[in-house]
């Protein structure tokens, strides 16, 4: 057998290089669990600089060399030239080869991890020209391709040119560009490129020498000194908030962090720690002032969170830990880097920015980067960003522009987003009983006066009242400070001066502006009440002044609120384009939970449902935020919603019928429901859909599934049980509908006089047709507690089994009957607890 690595010895000299010689290694599936290696990128200062990409395949190191830092933009394609196979030995390799010597310059391990094929046979993919991987690195992740280039002829060039391409996923940032260029920092040793041609063992900047030489702890950080030193505060950039990420190209975003905004200044081994008010606060985080002596010089721009037993920021943790002085454990994650040396980096963009904070914690020896955490962002879309984070108990997410400068003060090309409502307000004052600490009372800033927002009456545990306390009756105060309509009487009630700031996480607003489900997370101490004046607006208000008036419902604005969609009908008032946006304001609780972040159609009647309506599915031109856009297949995205806004934005956009799709949210190809519509001749009367409900029923608990039903705001009813969609129980959209498929011709088999699996109208003649072509992918059916778009404004009403009787009349449940119904207990509250494995199902019915 040939030796793989002889063109490579051919080429040095290894008297002269310190390259390993090396050997071929073990093959694939010899020690590799048949599949993938390691992987490396070395960035090489040759005759002119690349990155020498390289995988472990077949015992050796197959490389190409890349013109440019790969990037994660998928729009950039780099130039990557085939290059002989080097020895695995070569993975561990940083150094200088000799001037004159074959690629002759300096070496740095820039990226380093492991890899695998997408697909099994790599062998084939290379000589096709075309392999596909995944790449588990330190600096890249997620799916990558190489492409050969051909001639005219279609054959291979003879240069073996490749085309390295990032693919479109969650790790993708489009819009990064060039920006990893900026990287110059070894993931090995933490080196630039010229301290590794220098010889230095570890960067000066580090607080290191030169190789040889004794590495010294560093110093204690003291006072700036006149000269040298620290840099002093810079102003740090504000976000905006908003209700829904972004959703434009452009934008990435970054997990919101629930801590300290900390600016830290290092430099001549000192470190100075600033509040996002420019307060020194070195002392209140002494182990983490000592750590940052060490750093290169610059300045970063991050949070000092405390970690939870999971990993999370856990904001009442991190009070605990100053309150007791305990701060060796706490971390500082760094998002931005404004100064590099004596470089002001703040007129670069972002992603220039964060390329280089990226190198720049690189550089930090290891003894002082314990505490510290580089924050990458994702291109992914924010809205998927955000629904990681609120899974993961997170606070939210913070969308930024990629391509903006570093500006002091709040802007609109930093934006958040939250998962829960989080908030600072402002403490009036607090209550006991028999002399036990009960609640506290809360209000905002608006025009100087203390607005009243409600009490917060938990998250309080022994160890924070034991803080809190003591900084309450310090702040006693004789009066009540609220001002306005709804302040709170003094029954009970210890007054404060309106000095102590508190965060705290709550479920939304009532109509009149007060904290629903408010619970206490801290005080804060890096902010003054004036600050806190962001009082929220109630949930609806008249904005006077627009034409035809307008309407603010959840923080959306609606247009011509008092348009008719629905036309007054037997006795019944018209309903408007504003009584529909209250009604999905008043019923998300009810309705979220089966078209959450799932792909809807709907029915759109913009001039009310005598007018034109149209049935839509993909998102129309200019979709606004607090829409979801799922991207399926190569066509235009589907349209979708994750919250009251996004049910708001559809009314407000004429939406009077939700369909969903019935998948898991978030997971368009993975079915967690089965329904069968019942629809019956127009000739019999609803008590034999109701009976014909009943068997359906029974039939679906044979089979160990647990059924609900629901009105359609028609004349038949929807059966349907919930499956579950994880794991082994997991089950695709052939099965869900050929499940489906079987279950309908089994009742019809069973009585034929009763039932009709055949679509087609004339053939329901005193039947009830089961409709089961609602399972496919891309089918849907009317969501519970959707509208529907025809006279008398009908809702389809999920009910109990027991109200599915003789008595039931289906026309019962409309929107003028909103509010009652929503009174009452909701009949599908445990729809999903109840979901059932259908593997099961398929196997008794030999699918």
């Not at 690595?5 to 048949?34: N, S």
Request: glycine share 12%; with cysteine; proline share 6%.
């Amino acid at each position: 057998m040939a030796d793989k690595l002889a063109p490579y010895r051919a080429k040095r000299d290894f008297r002269r290089t310190a390259e390993p010689r090396g050997a071929i290694g073990p093959k694939a599936g010899e020690g590799w669990a048949g599949e993938g290696g390691s992987y490396l990128i070395q960035r090489h200062a040759a005759t002119r600089l690349h990155y020498d990409f390289r995988i472990e395949h077949d015992g050796g190191l197959k490389s190409w060399a890349v013109t440019k830092a790969p990037s994660r933009d998928p729009a950039v394609k780099r130039l990557a030239v085939e290059v002989e196979d080097h020895p695995l030995a070569y993975g561990t390799f940083e150094g200088t080869i000799p001037k004159g010597d074959y690629g002759g310059g300096t070496v740095q391990m820039w990226d380093r991890g492991s890899w695998k094929p997408q697909e099994p046979d790599v062998d084939a993919a290379l000589k096709r020209g075309s392999l596909k991987m995944t790449l588990h690195g330190e600096r890249l992740s997620g799916g990558w391709a190489l492409v050969r280039l051909k001639s005219d002829r279609g054959k291979p060039s003879k240069r073996a040119n490749w085309l390295l391409i990032k693919e479109k996923d969650e790790h993708a940032v489009p819009g990064e560009g060039d920006a990893n260029m900026e990287i110059d920092a070894s993931v090995a040793t933490g080196r630039t490129l010229a301290q590794i041609a220098e010889g230095a063992t570890e960067s000066a900047s580090n607080g290191g020498t030169k190789a040889g030489r004794k590495m010294t702890k560093a110093p204690k950080p003291t006072a700036r000194k006149k000269a040298g030193g620290p840099h002093a505060f810079l102003p740090i950039q504000l976000c905006k908030t908003v209700d829904h990420p972004p959703s434009g190209s452009g934008w990435v975003h970054e997990i919101k962090f629930d801590g300290y905004r900390i600016q830290i200044a290092s430099g001549d081994g000192e470190a100075r720690l600033y509040t996002r008010k420019g307060l020194d606060w070195t002392d209140r985080f002494p182990e983490l002032a000592r750590d940052a002596a060490s750093w290169p010089e610059g300045v970063m721009d991050g949070e000092v969170c405390a970690l939870n037993a999971e990993g999370a920021p856990d904001f009442s943790a991190l009070q605990m830990a100053l309150s007791e002085g305990e701060t060796g454990r706490l971390a500082y994650f760094a998002f931005d880097l404004l100064m590099e040396g004596a470089t002001d980096l703040r007129d670069l963009d972002l992603a220039r920015r964060k390329a280089r904070l990226q190198a720049q914690v690189d550089r930090v020896p290891a003894r002082a980067r314990m505490r510290l955490r580089y924050v990458d962002h994702f291109g992914a879309s924010g809205q998927a960003v955000l629904e990681s984070a609120c899974r993961m108990d997170l606070e939210g997410v913070i969308s930024k522009q990629l391509d903006a400068p570093y500006r002091g003060g709040r802007s609109a090309a930093w934006v958040k987003s939250k998962c829960r409502g989080r908030d600072e307000v402002v403490i009036g004052g607090w209550s006991s009983q028999d002399g036990r600490f009960r609640s506290l009372l809360v209000g905002t800033m608006k025009a100087g006066r203390l607005r009243y927002m409600g009490r917060v009456g938990t998250g309080f545990s022994g160890a924070l009242l034991k803080t809190l306390l003591p900084a309450l009756e310090g702040a006693a105060a004789k009066t009540s400070p609220f001002e306005g309509e709804g302040a709170p009487s003094a029954r009970g009630v210890h007054w404060l001066k309106p000095t102590l700031i508190a965060e705290v996480e709550h479920g939304g607003y009532t109509e009149a502006g007060a904290l629903r489900q408010a619970a206490f997370k801290g005080l804060r101490e890096d902010k003054t009440a004036r600050e806190v004046t962001s009082a929220p607006q109630p949930p609806s208000k008249i904005v006077s002044g627009a034409k035809g008036g307008r309407t603010v419902v959840a923080g959306v604005t609606l247009s011509n609120p008092d348009k008719i969609l629905w036309p007054a009908t037997d006795g019944a008032p018209a309903v408007t384009k504003g009584e529909l946006a209250s009604y999905y304001e008043a019923a998300a609780a009810r309705i979220l939970p089966h078209v959450a972040d799932r792909p809807l159609s709907i029915i759109r009647a913009p001039d009310g449902i005598e007018g034109q309506t149209f049935f839509q599915r993909h998102a129309a031109p200019g979709a606004g935020p607090r829409l979801k856009l799922f991207e399926i297949g190569e066509g235009k995205p589907y349209v979708g919603v994750t919250d009251v806004g996004g049910l708001i934005a559809l009314g407000q956009s004429g939406a009077l019928e939700l369909h969903p799709w019935g998948c898991r949210p978030g997971d368009p190809e993975t079915p967690d429901q089965v329904t069968f519509d019942l629809d019956p001749d127009t000739a019999l009367d609803f008590g034999a859909v109701v009976e014909a409900a009943h068997a359906v029923r029974a039939r679906l608990e044979d089979l160990g599934l647990t059924p609900f039903v629901k009105t359609t705001g028609g004349k038949g009813l929807h059966v349907v049980a919930p499956i579950r969609s994880d794991g082994r129980s997991r089950v695709d959209w052939d099965q869900c509908k050929a499940f489906a498929k079987a279950g309908a011709e089994a009742m019809r088999r069973a009585e034929p006089d009763r039932f009709t699996t055949t679509l087609a109208k004339k053939a329901r003649g005193g039947k009830i047709f089961i409709d089961y072509l609602r399972n496919g992918r891309m089918a849907t059916a009317v969501a519970p507690w959707s509208p529907r778009a025809r006279p008398g404004a009908g809702l389809a009403m999920p009910i109990a089994w027991d109200q599915a009787n003789a008595s039931l009349d289906p026309r019962a449940f409309t929107l003028h009957d909103a509010a009652r119904l929503l009174d009452g207990p909701d009949p599908w509250a445990d729809f999903r607890k109840a979901e059932a494995s259908l593997r099961p199902a398929l196997k008794t019915l030999k699918l």
